[in-house]
């Protein structure tokens, strides 16, 4: 029987630590001696992105490859992300499909089997909550018949995000009532480390509301974004932490993998520099 997907987290976790590297590729934003080689987006993309995979392996336990910018290329965008998740398996990096699914029915079920059979094989997947019930099942169910992980939206960290997320739903804000279904969702997932497989997306831009939902969701896996590029502080996450350590993973993308402009020829060393900086932060 496969390790529960919240046991290998851990194991990652304390083996490299909590930073979770993001893998954004832009084409504007891409050295330009990978323009050069690979004059195909596609290319390009799997290459940098390859190339990052070896640059931030000692420091990093996670990577979260987002899905919108290798979709944008079609179908050979879409190529360069499979072979971006396999070779990030390949050296032992947990991987999140950034890709914030959410239907019903059997529309879930298909985008649950593609994030964790063969087409995309990811250790986890974000979804969104805003259909219900309904819509999150598909996805606990095939992350539990797979052993894999979902993190689900609860407090993003983009500024918009109180728009919804902090409208009073019977005297408490709505990501409060997210957060307790997802507490509900992940209780029957606990694995050894005491934290389950239905984790949660609360941002690092809400240090105040990050503190509240780390008591609310003791035994949750929280992941972490708003780290580095959007502006918050490795003091801002320390709130996400259990006291052994446990308990987060926190997200950085432009600030790790862009640390350079394009005509730099020493990007490889920066990509390095940020996130061994990053991983002695939050560690």
């Not at 986890?124 to 999150?136: C, E, F, K, Q, W």
């Not at 689900?152 to 408490?172: E, W, Y």
């Amino acid at each position: 029987m496969a390790f529960a997907f919240s046991d290998r987290l851990a194991e990652a976790v304390r083996r490299r630590g909590p930073l979770c590297v993001g893998i954004d590729p832009r084409w504007e934003s891409l050295p330009l001696a990978i323009r050069t080689a690979h004059p195909d987006p596609a290319a390009a993309f799997e290459a940098f992105s390859i190339k990052a995979l070896e640059l931030v392996e000692p420091f990093a336990a996670v990577v979260k490859p987002q899905a919108a910018f290798f979709e944008l290329l079609g179908p050979d965008g879409m190529a360069a992300m499979k072979s971006v998740l396999a070779a990030a398996k390949a050296r032992g990096f947990v991987t999140i499909l950034d890709a914030k699914r959410g239907d019903i029915a059997s529309t879930a079920e298909a985008y649950a089997h593609a994030a964790f059979g063969p087409t995309w094989d990811a250790d986890s997947l974000t979804i969104n909550p805003y259909l219900g019930r309904d819509a999150v099942e598909p996805f606990l169910a095939a992350a539990k018949a797979a052993s894999r992980g979902v993190f689900v939206l609860v407090r993003t960290s983009n500024p918009g995000a109180g728009l919804f997320q902090d409208l009073k739903v019977d005297g408490r804000p709505l990501y409060r009532a997210v957060a307790a279904e997802v507490a509900s969702w992940n209780e029957s997932t606990l694995g050894e480390c005491g934290l389950g497989d239905v984790g949660a997306v609360v941002g690092a831009t809400h240090p105040r509301e990050l503190a509240e939902l780390r008591e609310a969701m003791p035994k949750v896996w929280l992941l972490v974004p708003g780290y580095g590029a959007q502006g918050a502080t490795a003091a801002d996450v320390k709130a996400a932490y259990r006291t052994d350590g446990l308990g987060a993973v926190v997200n950085s993308s432009r600030g790790v993998t862009f640390p350079f402009k394009p005509d730099d020829p020493n990007w490889e060393a920066k990509i390095v520099d940020a996130a061994r900086r990053a991983s002695v932060e939050l560690r």
